[in-house]
């Protein structure tokens, strides 16, 4: 039995977290056994990781070390959390995954691609999401809103560089989805939450069969 992983990925203040808890909600609402989880983070080593990064303590090191940081975290989580859940058949929804190390590090940071390619295929191997939902907004708008929900307490590692980079991370999202259009939506994300909501179901319905399994349900199968 295995089942669903899905990714939402997207620049800083896009609405993920918002959009992460209201998809798991709407799949539990049919039964189905959903877990959030973020990256980095999500098992309690890489949680370790992750309040270590984003003080920006391997900024030093330079963004080659970050990507392996980053790499690190996501090793662990993937072993402790998703994978077992996964085999379990859940569905797991995760905020961030391996396209955010292929646009922050890779195409904002500039680690070459062939060793963000060669970390991927080291750390995340066999398990790769079934569909990524690509948050696309303007940098503008979405440090907007971050800074907003942060009030005084200062930047984190990333939303303290420059606009610029954070225009070099939007193209390469959108470059992403275009790569891998089987994987990827781009949904836009400058609309209310309400909105971005529906858009996500219609998506995930629509290319993992949920529609079938309300079927399914009402025919008693
Ligand atoms: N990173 C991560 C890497 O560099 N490499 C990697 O490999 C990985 C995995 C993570 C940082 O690490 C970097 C990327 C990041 O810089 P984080 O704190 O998890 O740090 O950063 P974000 O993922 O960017 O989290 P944010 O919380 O800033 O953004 P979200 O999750 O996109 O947005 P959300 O839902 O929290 O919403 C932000 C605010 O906007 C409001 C919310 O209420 C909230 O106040 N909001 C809306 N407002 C208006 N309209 C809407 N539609 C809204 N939706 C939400």
């Given at each position: ?5 899905i990714?939402?990925?997207?620049g800083?203040?896009a ?17 189905i ?35 392996i ?58 398990t ?8 696309d ?35 390469a ?36 069969g949920?529609?079938q ?9």
């Amino acid at each position: 039995m295995t089942g669903r992983f899905i990714t939402l990925e997207g620049g800083e203040g896009a609405g993920k977290s918002t959009q992460v808890a209201r998809l798991a909600k709407r799949l539990q609402a049919l039964g189905i056994d959903a877990v959030t989880t973020r990256e980095p983070g999500g098992s309690p080593r890489a949680e370790r990781l992750r309040e270590l990064i984003l003080a920006g303590a391997a900024k030093p090191y330079g963004p080659v070390a970050e990507a392996i940081m980053f790499s690190a975290a996501r090793d662990d989580h993937l072993t402790r959390v998703i994978r077992p859940a996964l085999a379990r058949g859940a569905w797991v929804i995760c905020d961030r995954f391996a396209d955010s190390t292929r646009a922050y590090q890779g195409a904002a940071g500039k680690v070459p691609a062939d060793v963000i390619a060669g970390l991927e295929r080291v750390v995340v191997d066999g398990t790769r999401p079934d569909l990524t939902l690509i948050l696309d907004l303007a940098p503008e708008v979405g440090l907007a809103r971050a800074t907003a929900r942060r009030g005084e307490a200062g930047t984190d590692r990333y939303e303290g560089e420059a606009l610029s980079f954070h225009r070099a991370l939007r193209r390469a999202f959108l470059d992403i989805a275009r790569r891998e259009p089987r994987r990827c939506v781009v949904i836009d994300a400058d609309h209310p939450a309400d909105r971005i909501e529906e858009a996500i179901w219609r998506v995930v319905a629509d290319r993992l069969g949920l529609a079938q399994r309300r079927l399914g349900a009402v025919h008693g199968a």
